[in-house]
């Protein structure tokens, strides 16, 4: 159902994969809601991933981009602003990546220049992307800008790894940045912090089955789906969330305020008296 929230909005969606993606969700839902925006992503997902569908659904330009490389996401805000006619009213970070997670290197032996990827592609990026929008001028005021992330950031999960430590940079990013971009231009900046998604990259994940499972059963309204975060994006990036900013907000059901939940007990006592 489509509420005009992004009526007359221009838009970049950084991170859109296939139709898994949380990003992907996104630009479906703006689309929905009356937005117009570009989509962006590497060399690489694109090749791989469906964004050429994507595009054809929401009549959105494709930019390729690395979002590590300052130039290239300065080429990205221009040509955005070219396509659509102005400055843009928001951005979506829905971009992460690990190598020492995916060859499963614990984190007490850490590939030094796989944990420095990490951290630049998974947070670094979202401080390049920010500071080349505030140079160029490139947002108007009361725009919204949102990154995903995760409760790992603030919590210890077992086989997270270096992406805990790339998501609570990302979270300080959103504040420090949030200050003075709020300050100077009255545009917001949050991070959500999302329920265990099945998302391409988070089924590569060892494990990502049992953790969805254990989450469902700890939050009281379950886990929330990647078209459930697209439907909270649209609420962050449109007029109704003018005075938030700064904020990392959960968006999992209430998973993060639990300690132990009555499903996960009763599936806890099972494995016992299977022993």
Known sequence: MSYNLLKGKKGIIFGALDEK???WNVALRAKEEGAVFTLSNTPLALRFGNVKEL???????????????????????????????????FLLHSIGMSMNVRKSREYDDLDYNFYHKTMDISAMSFHKMIQVAKKMDAINDWGSIVALSYI???????RYNDMADA???????????????GREKNVRINTISQSPTRTTAGSGV???DALIDFTERMSPLGNATAQEC???????????????TMQNIFHDGGFSGMGMSLKA????KKSLEDE
């Open 21 to 23: 993606s949380i990003a």
């Open 55 to 89: 595009s054809e659904q929401c009549d959105a330009e494709i930019i390729q981009a690395d979002a590590t490389s300052v130039s290239e996401l300065e080429i990205v805000f221009s040509r955005s602003m070219e396509i659509m006619g102005g400055k843009i009213d």
């Open 152 to 158: 790992a950031s603030q919590r210890t999960l077992n």
């Open 167 to 181: 998501k609570a940079m990302l979270e300080s990013i959103a504040r420090s940045f949030g200050y003075i971009y």
């Open 206 to 208: 060892k494990g990502i």
């Open 230 to 244: 697209a439907d909270f994006c649209m609420v962050l990036f449109s007029d109704l969330s003018r005075k938030v």
């Open 265 to 268: 007990m009763t599936q806890y």
